[in-house]
């Protein structure tokens, strides 16, 4: 069962799909729409910087990515399968399909895949300019 009582988090930010509004892509017609969208991120929730990385990346049951963080680079997590915990700094959280996240630049931050089948999701990579350095700790 998913969380539903809204947590305060000074570093996490966590967008869940479940709880973003349907609606029509502004390039359609409202009253009939081909395309229908949610919108996970807009501009102001992104540093001013450039993309850096676009993976699709796949989390093994019962595995962890190492703890780590980037000197200069945002990443957002967007659920594509499973259930992961996530850890950023000193805050946790359980993300479930269509859940994305922020982690903000210098956070560090691990996931764990807590479900019955792997995980799979999208890491999106905001740089500001030293390319990302990761720095595992």
């Not at 988090?9 to 509004?21: A, T």
């Not at 395309?35 to 807009?42: G, N, P, S």
């Not at 102001?44 to 962890?64: E, H, P, T, Y």
Request: charged share 30%; aromatic share 6%; glycine share 6%.
């Amino acid at each position: 069962m998913r969380d539903t009582h809204p947590r305060l988090y000074k570093i996490m930010k966590i967008i869940r799909s479940k709880d973003l509004d349907i609606t029509p892509a502004s390039h359609e017609d409202p009253k009939n729409p081909g395309v229908l969208k949610k919108i996970l991120l807009q501009r102001d929730d992104l540093i001013d910087a450039r993309i850096q990385m676009i993976n699709w990346a796949f989390l093994k049951v019962g595995k962890s990515f190492q703890l780590h963080y980037h000197e200069d680079m945002q990443e957002v997590f967007i659920m594509l399968r499973g259930k992961v915990k996530m850890v950023i700094d000193d805050e946790e959280d359980t993300l479930y399909k269509g859940d994305a996240v922020i982690i903000p630049v210098g956070s560090k931050h691990t996931m764990t895949n807590i479900s019955p089948e792997d995980a799979e999701y999208l890491a999106i990579g905001v740089a500001k300019g030293k390319r990302g350095k990761t720095i595992v700790h």
